[in-house]
């Protein structure tokens, strides 16, 4: 059978007139938005070290990343899957003396595999990161940047997915489990499935924490669903009670500044969960079965660089944007 040199391999995508001036009239289009909103932009390398590349808020992608040894070294190098804990690491040494660092960056990267069924593995990420503010007001500062990409990418109806990580940790930090539990309850969770979350219970010991972790795969829908998550989650503590505010005062905040997002609330989303600490979100558009844009507060990155910091970040791939928009 011949070889047909001119295929791309599975996953690759190349950009051809009339579609690359189309893209490049939207990366304009969006890094000038960014630059009015205050954001510098950044170029890093599509290759780094690999123990650089993993760290932080990169701990979830060593799977799809390509990974090779540094001839000149010896070292292992990786190529790029996601350019978070680049900017991460800018910010950590790069801009050591600044209190609050905004970034915004543009640029393809290369995976192993999907991040999703039907996904590119080589999206041209674009995205913001805002490191250094703890505050509610970074976290809708960042979903606002993220709203109005889509919009200047022509991309709609909106349809946004709230979830704060913050109150499955708080559940599951009382079970005191092992990591190889944990991780196991993670992917129960991931599925919402409760006949697997009562076999779990049963081997293991989630006295006083089984019907709060059951309830948390039902509790997904409008806003109302947050009154019931204070009544079924009553007795789990301040921690969960906090995040629950933290989700009520970020929908109102959207519906006031974005009436024509509709908004869900998913509290057993457990997305980015090994690096994000606080609220999560990922946008949709009807008919489309994944994800277009995603995001969320990732705290304490920074610190393999000797800095840690507060975060808060999107990401989208410009190319689905292009697919989807008007």
Not at 140 to 150: A, N, P, Q
């Amino acid at each position: 059978m011949a070889i047909k040199r001119w295929m791309l391999p599975d996953g690759m995508e190349e950009a051809l007139p009339p579609v690359s001036w189309q893209l490049e009239d939207l990366r304009r289009k969006l890094l000038d938005h960014y630059r009015q909103a205050g954001y510098e932009l950044i170029f890093p390398p599509l290759v780094e070290h690999l123990d650089t590349l993993l760290t932080g808020a990169g701990s979830d992608l060593e799977s799809q990343t390509f990974k090779f040894t540094d001839p000149a070294s010896g070292r292992l190098l990786g190529l790029r899957a996601d350019m978070t804990p680049q900017a991460a690491r800018i910010a950590a040494r790069r801009y050591e003396g600044a209190e609050h660092v905004r970034l915004c960056y543009l640029g393809t990267v290369l995976r192993t595999s999907p991040d999703s069924q039907g996904g590119a593995r080589s999206p041209r990420q674009v995205g913001c990161e805002l490191f250094g503010l703890p505050e509610l007001d970074a976290d809708l500062e960042v979903l606002s940047l993220m709203i109005k990409t889509l919009e200047l990418a022509g991309v709609g109806p909106i349809h946004l997915d709230l979830g704060h990580v913050g109150i499955y940790r708080a559940l599951s930090a009382q079970l005191g489990l092992d990591a190889d539990d944990e991780s196991a309850l993670f992917e129960i969770l991931q599925r919402k499935s409760h006949p697997d979350l009562a076999e779990f219970a049963a081997s293991s010991r989630l006295d006083g924490v089984y019907e709060a972790l059951s309830s948390l795969m039902d509790l997904n829908g409008d806003i109302g669903v947050l009154a019931r998550a204070r009544q079924v989650l009553a007795a789990a503590g301040e921690g969960v009670q906090q995040a629950l505010a933290t989700l009520e005062r970020t929908a109102m905040e959207l519906q006031r500044s974005f009436p024509n997002v509709t908004i869900h609330f998913d509290l057993a989303e457990l997305r980015g969960l090994r690096y994000h600490t606080g609220l999560v979100f990922a946008a949709f558009v009807p008919g489309h079965g994944r994800e277009i844009a995603r995001g969320g507060r990732y705290d304490g990155v920074g610190a393999e660089f000797g800095r840690p910091l507060s975060a808060t970040g999107f990401s989208a791939d410009m190319n689905e944007l292009l697919k989807l928009g008007s």
